[in-house]
Protein backbone atom coordinates (compact mmCIF):
# COMPACT_ATOMS: atom_id res chain seq x y z
CA UNK A 1 0.00 0.00 0.00
CA UNK A 2 1.49 3.22 -1.07
CA UNK A 3 1.29 6.98 0.60
CA UNK A 4 -1.43 8.01 -2.10
CA UNK A 5 -3.25 4.73 -1.16
CA UNK A 6 -3.84 5.72 2.50
CA UNK A 7 -4.71 9.32 1.63
CA UNK A 8 -7.80 8.83 -0.36
CA UNK A 9 -9.00 5.31 1.05
CA UNK A 10 -12.14 5.78 3.25
CA UNK A 11 -11.76 4.43 6.74
CA UNK A 12 -14.43 1.84 7.03
CA UNK A 13 -15.26 1.38 3.28
CA UNK A 14 -16.19 -2.20 2.46
CA UNK A 15 -13.67 -2.77 -0.78
CA UNK A 16 -14.83 -2.81 -4.16
CA UNK A 17 -16.90 -5.72 -5.09
CA UNK A 18 -16.82 -7.11 -1.18
CA UNK A 19 -19.54 -9.77 -0.44
CA UNK A 20 -22.11 -8.76 1.83
CA UNK A 21 -21.48 -10.02 5.67
CA UNK A 22 -24.21 -9.81 8.29
CA UNK A 23 -21.72 -9.08 10.54
CA UNK A 24 -21.09 -5.87 9.96
CA UNK A 25 -24.73 -5.01 9.79
CA UNK A 26 -24.78 -6.13 13.27
CA UNK A 27 -21.23 -4.52 14.60
CA UNK A 28 -22.93 -1.03 13.20
CA UNK A 29 -26.44 -1.88 14.70
CA UNK A 30 -25.80 -3.92 17.46
CA UNK A 31 -25.43 -0.94 19.74
CA UNK A 32 -28.18 0.86 18.86
CA UNK A 33 -30.26 -2.26 19.80
CA UNK A 34 -28.49 -2.95 22.83
CA UNK A 35 -29.63 0.90 23.71
CA UNK A 36 -32.96 0.22 22.48
CA UNK A 37 -33.44 -2.60 24.35
CA UNK A 38 -32.43 -1.68 27.87
CA UNK A 39 -34.08 1.40 27.45
CA UNK A 40 -37.63 -0.30 26.86
CA UNK A 41 -36.63 -2.52 29.56
CA UNK A 42 -36.32 0.15 32.76
CA UNK A 43 -39.14 2.40 30.81
CA UNK A 44 -41.43 -0.89 31.24
CA UNK A 45 -40.73 -1.66 34.53
CA UNK A 46 -40.78 1.97 36.20
CA UNK A 47 -42.65 3.73 33.44
CA UNK A 48 -43.56 7.03 36.47
CA UNK A 49 -40.08 7.24 37.04
CA UNK A 50 -37.70 6.45 34.39
CA UNK A 51 -39.77 8.30 31.60
CA UNK A 52 -40.06 11.47 33.30
CA UNK A 53 -38.51 14.55 31.20
CA UNK A 54 -36.42 15.68 34.04
CA UNK A 55 -35.03 12.22 33.94
CA UNK A 56 -34.41 11.90 30.79
CA UNK A 57 -32.77 15.05 31.42
CA UNK A 58 -30.25 13.86 33.47
CA UNK A 59 -29.48 11.13 31.22
CA UNK A 60 -28.57 13.63 28.80
CA UNK A 61 -26.35 15.62 31.44
CA UNK A 62 -24.69 12.62 32.83
CA UNK A 63 -23.83 11.56 29.10
CA UNK A 64 -22.66 14.49 27.87
CA UNK A 65 -19.76 14.51 29.84
CA UNK A 66 -18.74 10.99 29.55
CA UNK A 67 -19.40 11.27 26.05
CA UNK A 68 -16.80 14.21 25.38
CA UNK A 69 -14.34 12.21 27.20
CA UNK A 70 -14.77 9.47 24.53
CA UNK A 71 -14.78 11.55 21.68
CA UNK A 72 -11.50 12.01 22.64
CA UNK A 73 -10.41 7.41 23.51
CA UNK A 74 -12.25 6.66 20.13
CA UNK A 75 -9.06 8.18 18.53
CA UNK A 76 -6.92 6.69 21.00
CA UNK A 77 -8.10 3.21 20.80
CA UNK A 78 -8.50 3.22 17.03
CA UNK A 79 -4.78 4.44 16.85
CA UNK A 80 -4.16 0.87 19.08
CA UNK A 81 -3.64 3.43 22.45
CA UNK A 82 -5.59 3.14 25.88
CA UNK A 83 -5.59 6.02 28.35
CA UNK A 84 -6.56 4.98 31.84
CA UNK A 85 -5.47 9.00 33.14
CA UNK A 86 -8.47 10.63 31.52
CA UNK A 87 -10.52 10.53 34.84
CA UNK A 88 -7.77 12.22 36.73
CA UNK A 89 -7.67 14.66 34.12
CA UNK A 90 -11.13 15.39 34.51
CA UNK A 91 -10.90 16.06 37.88
CA UNK A 92 -7.76 18.09 37.93
CA UNK A 93 -9.57 20.52 35.06
CA UNK A 94 -12.32 21.46 37.15
CA UNK A 95 -9.93 21.95 39.68
CA UNK A 96 -8.28 24.04 36.94
CA UNK A 97 -11.38 26.14 36.21
CA UNK A 98 -12.14 27.11 39.92
CA UNK A 99 -8.38 28.15 40.63
CA UNK A 100 -8.37 30.39 37.38
CA UNK A 101 -12.25 31.71 38.08
CA UNK A 102 -11.30 32.52 42.07
CA UNK A 103 -8.47 34.38 40.59
CA UNK A 104 -10.49 37.02 38.84
CA UNK A 105 -9.77 35.41 35.23
CA UNK A 106 -12.71 35.54 32.53
CA UNK A 107 -14.80 32.51 31.92
CA UNK A 108 -13.54 31.42 28.81
CA UNK A 109 -9.91 31.99 29.95
CA UNK A 110 -10.90 29.30 32.68
CA UNK A 111 -12.86 27.35 30.54
CA UNK A 112 -9.46 27.14 28.20
CA UNK A 113 -7.58 26.70 31.00
CA UNK A 114 -9.96 23.51 31.94
CA UNK A 115 -8.48 22.36 28.23
CA UNK A 116 -5.34 23.12 28.63
CA UNK A 117 -4.80 20.90 31.39
CA UNK A 118 -5.51 18.02 28.99
CA UNK A 119 -3.62 19.15 25.76
CA UNK A 120 -0.87 19.33 28.17
CA UNK A 121 -1.52 15.91 30.18
CA UNK A 122 -1.72 14.61 26.16
CA UNK A 123 1.61 15.73 25.53
CA UNK A 124 3.09 14.73 28.62
CA UNK A 125 1.60 11.28 27.70
CA UNK A 126 2.41 10.98 24.03
CA UNK A 127 5.92 12.06 24.49
CA UNK A 128 6.22 8.76 27.11
CA UNK A 129 4.96 6.81 24.42
CA UNK A 130 6.92 7.76 21.39
CA UNK A 131 9.95 7.96 23.59
CA UNK A 132 11.02 11.32 23.49
CA UNK A 133 11.97 11.72 27.71
CA UNK A 134 13.48 14.53 26.84
CA UNK A 135 10.38 16.90 26.73
CA UNK A 136 8.25 15.43 29.16
CA UNK A 137 11.46 16.18 32.16
CA UNK A 138 11.70 19.77 30.56
CA UNK A 139 7.81 19.70 31.49
CA UNK A 140 8.57 18.39 34.89
CA UNK A 141 11.06 21.11 35.29
CA UNK A 142 8.55 23.70 34.40
CA UNK A 143 5.84 22.37 36.97
CA UNK A 144 8.06 22.31 39.40
CA UNK A 145 9.13 25.72 39.15
CA UNK A 146 6.36 27.37 38.98
CA UNK A 147 5.05 25.11 42.16
CA UNK A 148 7.94 26.40 44.05
CA UNK A 149 7.23 29.66 43.39
CA UNK A 150 3.64 29.35 44.09
CA UNK A 151 4.31 28.21 47.42
CA UNK A 152 6.63 31.16 48.03
CA UNK A 153 4.19 33.21 47.35
CA UNK A 154 5.21 34.90 44.04
CA UNK A 155 3.26 36.50 42.12
CA UNK A 156 1.08 34.76 39.04
CA UNK A 157 2.04 36.41 36.35
CA UNK A 158 6.13 35.54 37.54
CA UNK A 159 4.95 31.90 37.94
CA UNK A 160 3.89 31.62 34.30
CA UNK A 161 6.78 33.57 33.63
CA UNK A 162 9.40 31.32 35.15
CA UNK A 163 7.63 27.97 34.29
CA UNK A 164 6.84 29.07 30.37
CA UNK A 165 10.65 30.02 30.41
CA UNK A 166 12.10 27.05 31.63
CA UNK A 167 9.77 24.89 29.60
CA UNK A 168 10.75 26.91 26.30
CA UNK A 169 14.57 26.27 27.17
CA UNK A 170 14.14 22.66 28.22
CA UNK A 171 12.23 21.91 24.73
CA UNK A 172 15.06 24.11 22.67
CA UNK A 173 17.65 22.08 24.63
CA UNK A 174 15.84 18.53 24.08
CA UNK A 175 15.26 18.73 20.35
CA UNK A 176 18.29 20.50 19.34
CA UNK A 177 20.21 16.75 21.49
CA UNK A 178 18.10 14.71 19.61
CA UNK A 179 19.28 16.14 15.97
CA UNK A 180 22.63 14.52 17.50
CA UNK A 181 21.79 11.24 19.61
CA UNK A 182 19.01 9.36 19.36
CA UNK A 183 18.82 6.97 22.34
CA UNK A 184 15.23 8.51 23.58
CA UNK A 185 13.35 7.01 21.00
CA UNK A 186 14.45 3.23 22.55
CA UNK A 187 12.73 4.40 25.78
CA UNK A 188 9.66 4.11 24.30
CA UNK A 189 6.91 2.87 26.77
CA UNK A 190 3.53 0.85 25.92
CA UNK A 191 0.31 3.33 26.57
CA UNK A 192 -1.17 0.82 29.28
CA UNK A 193 2.07 1.82 31.70
CA UNK A 194 2.40 5.19 30.71
CA UNK A 195 -1.25 6.06 31.28
CA UNK A 196 -1.25 4.27 34.67
CA UNK A 197 1.72 6.21 35.72
CA UNK A 198 0.19 9.48 34.57
CA UNK A 199 -2.98 8.99 36.27
CA UNK A 200 -1.43 8.23 39.46
CA UNK A 201 0.49 11.71 38.88
CA UNK A 202 -2.53 13.81 37.53
CA UNK A 203 -4.70 12.80 40.42
CA UNK A 204 -1.94 13.82 42.96
CA UNK A 205 -1.86 17.27 41.13
CA UNK A 206 -5.71 17.47 41.38
CA UNK A 207 -5.28 16.07 44.96
CA UNK A 208 -2.72 19.06 45.70
CA UNK A 209 -4.03 21.99 44.19
CA UNK A 210 -7.77 21.02 45.13
CA UNK A 211 -6.49 20.82 48.62
CA UNK A 212 -8.06 16.96 49.19
CA UNK A 213 -11.09 18.39 48.71
CA UNK A 214 -13.37 20.65 46.43
CA UNK A 215 -13.30 24.10 45.60
CA UNK A 216 -16.02 26.87 45.66
CA UNK A 217 -16.17 29.07 43.08
CA UNK A 218 -17.46 32.55 43.75
CA UNK A 219 -20.01 34.50 42.21
CA UNK A 220 -23.07 33.90 40.39
CA UNK A 221 -24.77 33.42 36.77
CA UNK A 222 -21.82 32.36 35.25
CA UNK A 223 -22.71 31.31 32.17
CA UNK A 224 -19.97 28.55 32.59
CA UNK A 225 -22.13 26.84 35.16
CA UNK A 226 -25.29 26.85 32.74
CA UNK A 227 -23.79 24.09 29.94
CA UNK A 228 -25.28 21.61 32.12
CA UNK A 229 -28.66 22.53 33.63
CA UNK A 230 -31.86 21.32 33.42
CA UNK A 231 -34.37 22.92 31.62
CA UNK A 232 -36.99 25.35 32.53
CA UNK A 233 -40.46 26.14 31.34
CA UNK A 234 -38.50 29.39 29.38
CA UNK A 235 -35.75 27.06 28.12
CA UNK A 236 -37.45 24.02 26.20
CA UNK A 237 -36.24 26.06 22.95
CA UNK A 238 -32.78 24.50 23.48
CA UNK A 239 -34.56 21.36 23.22
CA UNK A 240 -31.24 19.59 25.86
CA UNK A 241 -29.26 21.47 27.57
CA UNK A 242 -25.82 23.70 25.61
CA UNK A 243 -23.85 20.95 27.05
CA UNK A 244 -25.27 18.52 25.07
CA UNK A 245 -25.39 20.45 21.99
CA UNK A 246 -21.35 21.25 22.30
CA UNK A 247 -20.99 17.30 23.04
CA UNK A 248 -22.58 16.73 19.56
CA UNK A 249 -21.00 19.75 17.74
CA UNK A 250 -17.61 18.34 18.83
CA UNK A 251 -18.91 14.71 17.79
CA UNK A 252 -19.74 15.85 13.99
CA UNK A 253 -16.24 17.66 14.21
CA UNK A 254 -14.52 14.12 15.23
CA UNK A 255 -16.69 11.94 12.54
CA UNK A 256 -15.35 14.49 9.89
CA UNK A 257 -11.77 14.29 10.80
CA UNK A 258 -11.62 10.53 10.78
CA UNK A 259 -13.56 10.02 8.08
CA UNK A 260 -12.14 12.85 5.50
CA UNK A 261 -9.15 14.22 6.75
CA UNK A 262 -5.25 12.49 5.95
CA UNK A 263 -4.86 12.69 10.06
CA UNK A 264 -7.85 10.76 10.38
CA UNK A 265 -6.67 8.06 7.64
CA UNK A 266 -3.31 8.02 9.26
CA UNK A 267 -5.14 7.61 12.49
CA UNK A 268 -6.89 4.39 11.08
CA UNK A 269 -3.45 2.96 9.33
CA UNK A 270 -1.55 3.12 12.34
CA UNK A 271 -3.89 0.80 14.13
CA UNK A 272 -4.45 -1.60 11.95
CA UNK A 273 -0.63 -2.16 11.47
CA UNK A 274 1.90 0.35 12.36
CA UNK A 275 4.98 -1.16 10.74
CA UNK A 276 3.19 -0.96 7.39
CA UNK A 277 1.71 2.89 7.88
CA UNK A 278 5.50 3.38 9.01
CA UNK A 279 6.98 1.72 5.63
CA UNK A 280 3.84 3.94 3.69
CA UNK A 281 5.73 7.05 4.95
CA UNK A 282 3.66 7.84 7.38
CA UNK A 283 5.36 10.00 10.41
CA UNK A 284 3.95 7.46 13.44
CA UNK A 285 5.34 9.39 16.15
CA UNK A 286 4.19 12.55 14.97
CA UNK A 287 0.91 11.25 14.93
CA UNK A 288 0.88 9.01 17.80
CA UNK A 289 2.19 12.73 19.72
CA UNK A 290 -1.34 14.21 18.52
CA UNK A 291 -3.19 11.61 18.74
CA UNK A 292 -2.87 11.91 22.29
CA UNK A 293 -3.01 15.47 22.69
CA UNK A 294 -6.22 15.47 21.32
CA UNK A 295 -7.66 12.52 22.96
CA UNK A 296 -6.80 13.82 26.28
CA UNK A 297 -7.47 16.80 25.28
CA UNK A 298 -11.15 16.01 24.85
CA UNK A 299 -11.46 14.70 28.66
CA UNK A 300 -10.19 18.29 29.34
CA UNK A 301 -13.09 19.76 27.70
CA UNK A 302 -15.37 16.90 29.49
CA UNK A 303 -13.58 18.57 32.94
CA UNK A 304 -15.61 21.62 31.60
CA UNK A 305 -18.78 19.93 31.13
CA UNK A 306 -17.98 17.90 34.62
CA UNK A 307 -17.38 21.91 36.38
CA UNK A 308 -20.68 23.01 34.96
CA UNK A 309 -22.45 19.56 36.72
CA UNK A 310 -21.05 20.00 39.75
CA UNK A 311 -20.78 23.92 40.09
CA UNK A 312 -17.00 23.80 41.97
CA UNK A 313 -13.74 22.27 41.12
CA UNK A 314 -13.46 18.59 43.08
CA UNK A 315 -10.20 17.05 43.49
CA UNK A 316 -11.95 13.92 44.62
CA UNK A 317 -14.26 13.82 41.40
CA UNK A 318 -14.17 11.15 38.33
CA UNK A 319 -12.98 8.17 40.13
CA UNK A 320 -13.15 5.42 37.72
CA UNK A 321 -14.42 7.38 34.89
CA UNK A 322 -12.02 6.48 32.79
CA UNK A 323 -13.25 2.77 32.76
CA UNK A 324 -16.89 4.28 32.08
CA UNK A 325 -15.09 5.99 28.70
CA UNK A 326 -13.18 3.61 27.68
CA UNK A 327 -15.93 0.64 28.17
CA UNK A 328 -18.31 3.21 26.12
CA UNK A 329 -16.11 3.21 23.29
CA UNK A 330 -15.99 -1.00 23.56
CA UNK A 331 -19.56 -1.01 23.55
CA UNK A 332 -19.61 0.97 20.98
CA UNK A 333 -18.03 -1.36 18.96
CA UNK A 334 -14.39 -0.05 18.76
CA UNK A 335 -11.50 -2.55 18.92
CA UNK A 336 -8.96 -2.68 21.61
CA UNK A 337 -6.32 -3.96 19.00
CA UNK A 338 -6.59 -0.67 16.82
CA UNK A 339 -7.96 0.23 13.35
CA UNK A 340 -11.46 0.21 14.24
CA UNK A 341 -14.05 2.27 16.06
CA UNK A 342 -16.57 5.27 15.16
CA UNK A 343 -18.03 8.40 17.07
CA UNK A 344 -21.83 7.55 16.82
CA UNK A 345 -21.15 3.91 18.01
CA UNK A 346 -19.10 5.49 20.80
CA UNK A 347 -21.75 7.91 21.90
CA UNK A 348 -24.44 5.54 21.93
CA UNK A 349 -22.11 3.16 24.29
CA UNK A 350 -22.31 5.96 26.80
CA UNK A 351 -25.81 6.32 26.46
CA UNK A 352 -26.13 2.47 27.48
CA UNK A 353 -23.80 3.05 30.41
CA UNK A 354 -25.71 5.94 31.51
CA UNK A 355 -29.33 4.60 30.84
CA UNK A 356 -28.45 1.47 33.07
CA UNK A 357 -27.15 3.18 35.58
CA UNK A 358 -30.21 5.44 35.76
CA UNK A 359 -32.50 2.64 35.52
CA UNK A 360 -30.87 0.67 38.23
CA UNK A 361 -31.00 3.39 40.68
CA UNK A 362 -35.21 3.73 39.71
CA UNK A 363 -35.25 -0.03 40.48
CA UNK A 364 -33.75 0.41 43.93
CA UNK A 365 -30.29 -1.58 43.24
CA UNK A 366 -27.27 -1.31 45.23
CA UNK A 367 -24.60 -0.33 43.42
CA UNK A 368 -22.69 -3.32 43.40
CA UNK A 369 -25.74 -4.61 40.93
CA UNK A 370 -25.18 -1.95 38.63
CA UNK A 371 -21.01 -2.47 38.74
CA UNK A 372 -21.86 -6.52 37.69
CA UNK A 373 -24.26 -5.58 35.17
CA UNK A 374 -22.44 -3.10 33.58
CA UNK A 375 -19.19 -5.44 33.95
CA UNK A 376 -21.18 -8.21 32.07
CA UNK A 377 -21.65 -5.80 29.36
CA UNK A 378 -18.17 -4.80 28.66
CA UNK A 379 -17.24 -8.60 28.64
CA UNK A 380 -19.85 -9.49 26.31
CA UNK A 381 -18.91 -6.62 23.94
CA UNK A 382 -15.26 -7.61 23.97
CA UNK A 383 -16.51 -11.30 23.48
CA UNK A 384 -17.90 -10.42 20.51
CA UNK A 385 -15.60 -8.42 19.28
CA UNK A 386 -12.78 -11.03 19.76
CA UNK A 387 -14.89 -13.40 17.42
CA UNK A 388 -15.48 -11.10 14.84
CA UNK A 389 -11.68 -10.99 14.59
CA UNK A 390 -11.99 -14.23 14.94
CA UNK A 391 -14.17 -15.00 12.16
CA UNK A 392 -12.51 -12.92 9.70
CA UNK A 393 -8.78 -14.42 10.04
Request: proline fraction near 2%; include cysteine; glycine fraction near 14%.
Amino acid sequence: MTQQTLDYVTPGAAPMGAKFEWTDLWKKLGPFIGLVFVFALFAALKPKTFLTPVNVQIMLLQTAVVGTGALGMTIIIISAGIDLSVGSVVSLSTVAIALLLNLGCPQIVAALGGMAVGVASGFVTGNLIIGQVGRVISVALAIGIGALLGNNGAALWLMWLAAGGVLIVGLVINELFLKHREFNKHLDLVPFIATLGMMLVVRGIAHWQGDNGTIVVRGQGMWIKKLLIILNKDQTWMIVPPGVWLMMLLAGAVAFVLRYTRFGRHVFAIGSNEKTARLCGINVERTKLLVYMIGVGFAGLAGVLQFSYLAMGDSTAAQGMELNIIAAVVIGGASLNGGEGSVVGSLVGALIMTVVANGCTKMGLQTYVQEIITGCIIIVAVLLDRLRHRKGT
